[in-house]
């Protein structure tokens, strides 16, 4: 494995989560998942959604038809994992939004 990137993913309950600037610890993920520094909110209608503890809040606004858009838009905010999860099963996308959230807290 020498002079390959690690690519390691131990993301759900694990230590380390890998991005796409490189490995960093769960707890300073979950911050920048809860509170995104220099991102851009999403619009829907007029309520703009700033992160992923407001876009749990607001997953009554969304329906199955927007999973692509929520899956996108996780990971712009640095979410792949959760992004592909969501991609694999788009039905399920509210769930995976919130138990993606009440994990990251428990971190944060």
Known sequence: MYGKKD???????????????????ARAFAAKMLMPEGKNPYYKGEMAIRNLDELDN????FDASEAP??????????????????RKNPMNFKK???ERREELKRLA
């Open 7 to 25: 690519t390691r993913k131990d993301d759900y309950y694990g230590t380390r989560m890998t991005t796409e600037r490189g490995t960093e610890t």
């Open 58 to 61: 607001n997953m009554n606004a």
């Open 69 to 86: 858009w929520v899956a996108d838009w996780l990971e712009y905010l640095g979410d792949q994992t959760t992004a592909v999860r969501i």
């Open 96 to 98: 995976i939004v919130h």
